[in-house]
Antibody, heavy 118, light 108 residues
Framework: EVHLVESGGGLVKPGGSLRLSCTAS????????MSWVRQAPGKGLEWVSS????????YYADSVKGRFTISRDNAKSSLYLQMNSLRAEDTAVYYC???????????WGQGTLVTVSS | SYELTQAPSVSVSPGQTARITCSGE??????VYWYQQKSGQAPMLLIY???ERPSGIPERFSGSSSGTTVTLTISGVQAEDEAVYHC???????????FGGGTKLTVL
């Protein structure tokens, strides 16, 4: 069974940084593309970033480009999101998800809450 | 930036058919994916590549596509289907993801 567990969320001041982690199990992580998706309180889903299995291709939403960095460690079956220069509008639950069938996000973690506030 | 448009809400009675649409100018060239999100839960994939169902998804959930609009159809709606339904696709390059605003399905 596919299992994704996010961690690293919390309260941070505007301009601060956080690093989210996603630990995967139950599938071959090293051959799977992965994504981060966020959901602000009471709002819809927003795609944040994606990374291919070997990190050859990385994509970011315009809203986070230049501030967030996605990365992975296949040896540790882990996905990361380094978030810098955080803003109030980055407040959201952040989900990691496995990519399958081109762009389908077929498995999701339970999410980790990031709150940016002074 | 590229956007997908969904109606904010749809209401149906149990046993009826619910149709939830998603519109976007790149949809004739890019696949659409549908997710169900119940209150307090992570989203769950319902439909991929416009019309395909992952294993375990009931047959009452189906997808169709016509031009710039795709439709998620839920036949014989049940109370447990009350949720927010999100469509997802990509821009014309196929590299950048995008979600619609979500449609809240209320079962009367």
């Amino acid at each position: 069974e596919v299992h994704l567990v996010e961690s690293g969320g919390g309260l941070v001041k505007p301009g601060g940084s956080l690093r989210l982690s996603c630990t995967a199990s139950g599938f071959t992580f090293s051959t799977s593309s992965m994504s981060w998706v966020r959901q602000a309180p009471g709002k819809g889903l927003e795609w944040v970033s994606s990374i291919t299995s070997t990190s050859s291709y990385i994509y970011y939403a315009d809203s986070v480009k230049g501030r967030f960095t996605i990365s992975r460690d296949n040896a540790k079956s882990s996905l990361y999101l380094q978030m810098n220069s955080l803003r109030a509008e980055d407040t959201a639950v952040y989900y990691c998800a496995r990519v399958k069938w081109e762009l389908a996000l077929d498995s999701w973690g339970q999410g980790t809450l990031v709150t940016v506030s002074s | 930036s590229y956007e997908l448009t969904q109606a904010p809400s749809v209401s149906v009675s149990p046993g009826q058919t619910a149709r939830i649409t998603c519109s976007g100018e790149a949809l004739p060239k890019q696949y659409v994916y549908w997710y169900q999100q119940k209150s307090g839960q992570a989203p769950m994939l319902l439909i991929y590549k416009d019309t395909e169902r992952p294993s375990g998804i009931p047959e009452r959930f189906s997808g169709s596509s016509s031009g710039t609009t795709v439709t998620l159809t839920i036949s014989g709606v049940q109370a447990e289907d009350e949720a927010v339904y999100h469509c997802q696709s990509s821009d014309s390059s196929g590299s950048y993801g995008v979600f619609g605003g979500g449609t809240k399905l209320t079962v009367l």
